[in-house]
């Protein structure tokens, strides 16, 4: 079946613009995760959302950062007033409903790699 | 809070075994995973161990000591195409859901 995507590839923007980036998880899996990953670091937890609870938002790094699920399914993850600090690859991963599969096996989609010049 | 740590580098010949370490730190812990990234690539999840003993799946071992908050990740048999950088990623119980992982261990497999 169809894996996570996430939309666009690549995104190079101007200092100061905002960006949106989209995620569209695996169909059926109640969780979402956001996470950033900086050139040769390890991937940092940004935020969290399981069903219809409250996201876990506790990753964010600055007020700028926002996301929201719609529909339990496609999420977006937007960046206002870009700095060159948030250039990484935004990595958006789903999991399965809980007692499906590994407790931690979540599934990853291919990033999208910001820029900021 | 929590932490992993994790060598950064490992250099191995093809058809060697080798074994990375995870040390963690972490209040709830709750359950330890391994992922793979190829360059580039998304990360993939290979194992998880909730219980001390080792997991076995195909070429790839896993292993967890909880009363020694650590774990390996073995890799027997080893192939070219297993060069990649390897992430242990810790769950809590007090963290929900999410996944706190290390910064990860670059595998180079020699000929």
């Known amino acids: 079946g169809a894996g996570v995507s996430q939309s666009p590839s690549n995104k190079v923007t101007e200092k100061g613009k905002d960006v949106e980036l989209r995620c569209d998880p695996i169909s059926g899996h109640t969780a979402l995760y956001w996470y950033r990953q900086s050139l040769g670091q390890g991937l940092e937890f940004l935020i969290y959302f399981q069903g219809n609870s409250a996201p876990d938002k506790s990753g964010l790094p600055s007020d700028r950062f926002s996301a929201e699920r719609t529909g339990g399914s496609v999420s977006t993850l937007t960046i206002q007033r870009t700095q060159q600090e948030d250039s990484a690859v935004y990595l958006c991963?789903?999991?399965?409903?809980?007692?499906?599969?590994?407790?931690?096996?979540?599934?990853f989609g291919p990033g999208t790699r910001l820029t900021v010049l | 809070g929590q932490s992993l740590e994790q060598p950064s580098e490992v250099t191995a010949v093809e058809g060697a075994i080798v074994q990375i370490n995870c040390t963690y730190q972490?209040?709830?812990?709750?359950?330890l995973s391994w992922y793979q990234q190829h360059d580039g690539g998304a990360p993939t999840f290979l194992s998880y161990?909730?219980?001390?003993g080792l997991e076995e799946t195909g070429r790839f071992s896993s292993f967890l000591s909880r009363s020694d908050s650590y774990g390996y990740l073995l890799l027997q048999e080893l192939q070219m195409k297993d060069s990649a950088s390897y992430f242990c990623?810790?769950?809590?119980?007090?963290?929900?859901?999410?996944?706190?992982f290390g910064q990860g261990t670059e595998l180079s497999v020699k000929p």
């Open positions: 972490t209040s709830g812990f709750y359950g």
């Open positions: 161990n909730a219980l001390d």
């Open positions: 991963a789903s999991k399965r409903r809980p007692g499906q599969g590994a407790y931690n096996e979540q599934f």
């Open positions: 990623a810790v769950s809590d119980y007090n963290q929900g859901g999410k996944l706190i």
